[in-house]
């Protein structure tokens, strides 16, 4: 979809906006008392990305659905969603976040004391059930206030069959500041989290001037876990640093084996960084990604592009997993500001390369085995993730002038999907877990602002060895794809095998990436893979600016996702 035109949406927008100004309803004013005119917003203009304080003030009586992440002043937990009431002449203020890649909010009005409310397909934006009327959509679904109780000040609301009929709207605007240039990923460079300071610490950890004495090598380069190497004992005890600077309680979890001669050899060092919850803290909600790097098959390790041949192994590993760690340690700094009901847990494992030693013996013997009272409520997996749309197509290593196909897309090269990957699923041909799913649309639909690229693939009248390519192709290739896979490649598979956990993962191009386990996997290399400039097909943007618009929709995505678990876990559906 890297071409696809978006002139009949900007159309339809065009012809909302006429129709209904963005104060008014989508309905007769006459039908209802209460009416978004009567509705005032401070400010006017909301910081996107950020929660902030946003005044309501009502000229009558009403309710107002808010549809958006909010905070609980008196528990100060965020929630989805809330329902205020207002009488003639009051005003409320709610600390509410406005979504950090979307250029306006929508708020509804009724009459007050309303409980029940229209709500969105899943995999849409509100702007687009705006334009098609705000009926019950192919979903056919609303919302159901439900009252707060004695230690909270907000109601919530829950799913519901009924949607209470027609509503009146306002959208207000929201802006995004730029701090730096657009070519060095300016546009994502702000609010809570953000792609620019994930692209940081990823330079941080990379970088070949931070020299290390220790280990004779520079930055946390080879950092090879499994053999007591050093290098990875260094890069332990920056993790560490780090996370108990967010004043996070850091524990290291050693696992060891006996070989034939009797010597203790250590398997695996993971550091995990906790914040117990303060309502059910034996639930605990785990962001895991593995810091090791693949170790090299020989003692001499090979540029292939310099050889023209791949081998196996690499000193830096960008962007496996060094990515997948930064976000990690940047949604950990986030969320140790917050409230939360259940246990936050952050976990940089080691040994993945190895056969995800680290996070099986984490969840078999540290969970399941000494910590049997725990239930890991729901895993967030972050692997390879960055090398995918909005870059791609052509790679540094082939023809830098790629043809282009009837479709737009690069001949002999892919546009590379965002995947989103739900489990346990081990059915190709229907949904095993229709919860983690809906949520996944749900976020990526309206507050990531993807419904145009965003695919789900059911691999329905497929065969199950090539249903996902196959779906996909079918599907005229969606950008960001949200799929239940059948086959666990990374640490997620210790938690659906080990605990029966449902899990979601986030990433990018694996196979098809030219320094897959090579000594070339570095941020020069992602950049390169990235960079649109000059191309035939798609918006030309520089490879910083690609890759920061990629950390910057993978972070918030999984940091949505946490908010959303934290309140409403995302149970196993497989019985």
């Known amino acids: ?9 900007a159309f339809l927008l065009v012809a909302v906006m006429v129709s209904a100004p963005l104060g008014g309803c989508i309905f007769p004013e006459e039908e209802s008392p209460a009416n978004a005119s009567s509705l005032s917003v401070n400010p006017e203009v909301l910081e996107a990305g950020v929660f902030q304080q946003v005044e309501l003030s009502a000229k009558a009586a009403m309710s107002v659905y808010v549809p958006y992440l909010v905070i609980d002043p008196a528990t100060g937990y965020v929630q989805n969603s809330t ?3 207002l009488s003639s002449g009051s005003s409320v203020t709610l600390e509410l976040l406005a979504p950090p890649r979307i250029d306006s909010v929508l708020l509804m009005v009724g009459v007050r004391g309303r409980e029940h409310w229209p709500a969105r397909d899943a995999s849409e934006s509100w702007m687009s059930w705006l334009m098609r009327g705000g009926d019950a959509g192919k979903d056919g679904n609303g919302v159901m206030r439900v009252a707060h109780d004695e230690n909270s000040t907000l109601d919530t609301v829950n799913h519901s069959s009924e949607q209470g009929g027609r509503v009146s709207t306002k959208t207000v605007d929201s802006l ?9 990923g300016g546009a994502h460079s702000s ?10 610490r990823l330079h941080e950890i990379t970088d070949p001037s931070l020299a290390l004495d220790v280990d004779g090598r520079s930055g946390y380069w080879d950092r090879w876990a499994g053999q007591g190497n050093p290098a990875y004992e260094d890069a332990a005890q920056y993790l560490i640093s780090e996370l108990d600077s967010f004043g996070l309680e850091v524990m290291t979890h050693r696992f060891e084996f006996t070989d034939i001669f009797n010597i203790q050899n250590p398997e695996a060092y993971n550091v995990c960084a906790y914040k117990w919850g303060s309502e059910t803290p034996n639930e605990w909600l785990v962001f895991g990604a593995h810091f090791d790097i693949a170790p090299p098959a020989n003692a001499v390790i090979l540029d292939p592009h310099t050889t023209g041949s791949r081998t196996y192994g690499t000193r830096v590993g960008a962007y496996d997993n060094t990515a997948g760690t930064s976000m990690v340690l940047e949604t950990a700094k986030v969320l140790a500001g917050f409230e ?3 246990t936050m847990v952050f976990c940089l494992w080691s040994g993945e390369e190895g056969g995800k030693r680290g996070s099986d013996y984490w969840t078999e013997y540290y969970v399941k085995e000494d910590h049997p009272e725990v239930t890991v409520t729901n895993y967030i997996n972050l692997d390879m993730a960055g090398v995918n749309w909005p870059g ?3 790679a540094p290593h082939g023809d830098p002038d790629p043809q282009i196909d009837e479709d737009g897309y690069p001949k002999d090269s892919e546009v590379w999907p965002m995947r989103v990957y739900i489990g346990p699923g081990p059915n190709h041909d229907r949904l095993d877990q229709p919860g983690m799913v809906g949520l996944s649309q749900w976020i990526g639909g309206d507050a990531l602002g993807l ?4 695919g789900t693939l059911v691999g329905l009248n497929y065969t199950a060895d090539t249903w996902k390519t196959d779906v996909w192709m079918d599907m005229d290739r969606p950008e960001i794809i949200v799929y239940e896979d059948t086959t666990a490649r990374s640490d997620h598979a210790s938690f659906q095998d080990n605990l029966g956990t449902v899990t979601v993962g986030f990433g990018g191009l694996v196979d098809g990436y030219w320094c897959y386990h090579q000594t070339c996997d570095t941020l020069d290399e992602m950049e390169d893979w990235m960079d649109t400039t000059g191309k035939d097909y798609g918006e030309e943007n520089t490879g910083v600016s690609n890759l920061v618009n990629s950390l910057d929709m993978i972070t918030w995505w999984a940091l949505m996702t946490f908010f959303h678990c934290d309140e409403k876990p995302v149970l196993n559906a497989i019985e």
């Open 1 to 9: 979809m890297g071409v696809r035109s978006r002139s009949g949406i």
């Open 83 to 85: 329902v205020i009431d």
């Open 176 to 184: 995004r500041p730029e701090t730096i240039g657009l070519d060095q």
């Open 191 to 200: 609010g809570l989290l953000h792609g620019r300071i994930v692209y940081d």
């Open 340 to 342: 939360s009901r259940r």
């Open 392 to 394: 791609g197509g052509g």
């Open 451 to 454: 419904e145009e690229q965003m």
